[in-house]
């Protein structure tokens, strides 16, 4: 009962934290169209909702959205009185800076503009006496000068120009089940996968028992020895030395992002190229024509090396010298999605932890770093934007200010997370590429969680079901499903590891609590034989 009301208290704790003391900036439509309604171009705007008069509410839909026919007369820039009459029409007036958004927006609403559209050119723009107090209006947007040349253009050819403005709302899209459903492959594959050596072939995998490997170090003592607490301060040392890198790397992005964003490219790059090596290792072993090595004469001693491991490892590398070279193009977005799943496999088939107090300690003091630098970090920094967010979107450094959109150009982002583009159609689109994402750390420390429970289960209950490592995948499932609903219902970024460490920490505790294998899952002694070694080359266990 007392830990569930800490989670309530700490639920409401981190919803106080959400919630945003900055201004919002808002990114809208506008589609212009010829007169028999049909659709010529989408621009991208932004606006502040809290100019409007409520009896101008935008709509979310282009069908739903008022068409007005765009005034074609005698320039008009609102910074002095206007005697043309604009009743019932959208005007285009372009921001020279000479007076205020406040005195325009007045001037034309009296003239009877019903959308106000601001083409941005240099300067600042004057905003300094425009509040929800002392300002109501007609809806008005801000275009940047190059959407302002295609209007004009649009004008030029069409006899009779319309613009609607409305702003598209991103509904639940195709691309969180996919990424839902990379994740819980990679945590079920990885754990399991990590039961088998290192190198063997597609068709060992079916004929062999699996196994812990013989790096894994396990206790087998059946004695019940106490724990000492200097085992426990290493291991919150350990745990510590860990989470103090990976804020430092972070904290380093943070500051010099532009710099340190290609040496994690770089790391990427190397650590997809082992992962890819390690997936398809077992498919080249089973074709006998790769299976011929050279022998050369090094140091007085025979060596033995095989072409066809070299050849592997180069073909990984060039396919992530592709992704390199093109990284920027949208539609690489396969590939990349590809190598972070050979990534995120790797890790957690090839880094095995001893014990679970070592895990649970690792994730603890995570679940606190999540939190810290999503919730926390707004308050800290000048634009309000936390720093894990920033650095995983490649956000500038600078304040965000109120102004036109910016014409979409890649920026550099580091490339260590799940990343898929929304998948249905949507308009504001036109804006900017619209991803969904999860870093590799919500996967792999998980997964080394999950992969433990598989060694655990193999270790001290060979040949039954593998309850541990089914409860803990299952866990995860309900976590990352919380996450998105969190996600969806708050509609800011969220830490995955807040909802996934305390599912399938508690999970697996609970499962331990009821067998009665607390001491032993915590200590990793599971109280049989150790097992046998396998042997390297064949996968086999080695002859007693």
């Known amino acids: 009962q007392h830990t569930f009301q800490a989670m309530i208290w700490l639920l409401l704790f981190i919803i106080k934290l959400s919630e945003s003391k900055e201004q919002t900036i808002y990114h809208g439509v506008i589609a212009a169209s010829d007169t028999d309604e049909t659709e010529v171009e989408k621009f991208c705007v932004t606006f502040d909702p809290d100019w409007f008069s409520s009896q101008y509410a935008y709509a979310l839909t282009e069908e739903t959205a008022a068409r007005f026919e765009v005034y074609g007369g005698s320039s008009i820039n609102g910074c002095s009185p206007i005697t043309s009459v604009i009743e019932d029409k959208a005007i285009i007036i372009q921001d020279t800076g000479h007076c205020s958004v406040a005195d325009r927006a007045a001037r034309l609403n009296q003239a009877g503009a019903r959308l106000i559209v601001i083409a941005r050119t240099d300067g600042s723009l004057n905003v300094t006496d425009v509040n929800i107090s002392n300002f109501t209006s007609a809806p008005i947007v801000l275009i940047n000068s190059n959407s302002l040349v295609k209007i004009t253009q649009l004008e030029g050819q069409s006899e009779t120009l319309y613009l609607s403005f409305y702003l598209p709302q ?10 839902y459903a990379i994740c819980i492959f990679c945590i079920v594959a990885g754990s399991y996968w990590s039961l088998y050596p290192q190198h063997m072939k597609i068709s060992e995998f079916w004929t062999t028992t699996p196994k812990p490997p013989i790096r894994l170090v396990m206790h087998t003592s059946e004695e019940d020895q106490p724990e000492s607490k200097g085992s426990i301060c290493s291991n919150v040392i350990f745990g510590g030395f860990i989470v103090g890198i990976m804020a430092t790397m972070l904290l380093l992005l943070y500051f010099a992002y532009k710099y340190f964003v290609y040496v994690f490219m770089g790391l990427f790059c190397v650590i997809s190229s082992t992962g890819m090596y390690s997936l398809l290792f077992p498919c080249f072993a089973e074709i006998s ?30 396919v992530a010298i592709v992704w390199f070279a093109n990284r920027h193009v949208l539609s690489i977005w396969p590939l990349q999605v590809g190598m972070g799943i050979c990534v995120c496999l790797n890790i957690i088939k090839s880094v095995p932890l001893p014990n679970l107090k070592i895990i649970a300690i690792i994730m603890v003091m995570l679940f606190v770093y999540d939190i810290f630098f999503v919730f926390i970090t707004p308050y800290f920094t000048k634009d309000g934007m936390s720093i894990m967010e920033k650095v995983a979107t490649g956000a500038s450094s600078n304040k965000p200010v109120f102004d036109a959109p910016q014409d979409y150009s890649p920026s550099e982002q580091i490339p260590l997370s799940v990343k898929i583009p929304y998948l249905q159609k949507c308009d504001i689109k036109v804006c900017a590429p619209i991803y969904g994402m999860i870093g590799f750390g919500d996967i792999v420390i998980p997964g080394l969680l999950t992969a433990y429970c598989a ?90």
């Open 455 to 544: 060694y655990f289960d193999t270790l001290a209950h060979p040949g039954e079901t593998k309850w541990y490592y089914i409860i803990s995948c299952i866990a995860y499932a309900v976590g990352l499903a919380l996450t998105y609903v969190a996600l969806m219902a708050m509609e800011i970024a969220q830490p995955a590891l807040l909802y996934l460490v305390p599912c399938t920490l508690s999970a697996v505790f609970a499962t331990a609590l009821k067998r009665g294998e607390i001491r032993a899952i915590w200590t990793g002694r599971a109280g049989i034989a150790a097992p046998r070694p396998f042997d390297n080359e064949t996968g086999s266990a080695e002859e007693d």
């Open 289 to 318: 024509f790769f299976h011929f090595r050279w022998e050369i004469l090094f140091r007085g001693k025979d060596r033995k090396i095989f072409p066809y491991k070299v050849a592997l490892w180069l073909l990984c590398f060039c």
């Open 170 to 179: 991103t509904k639940f899209d195709g691309n969180v089940i996919v990424i």
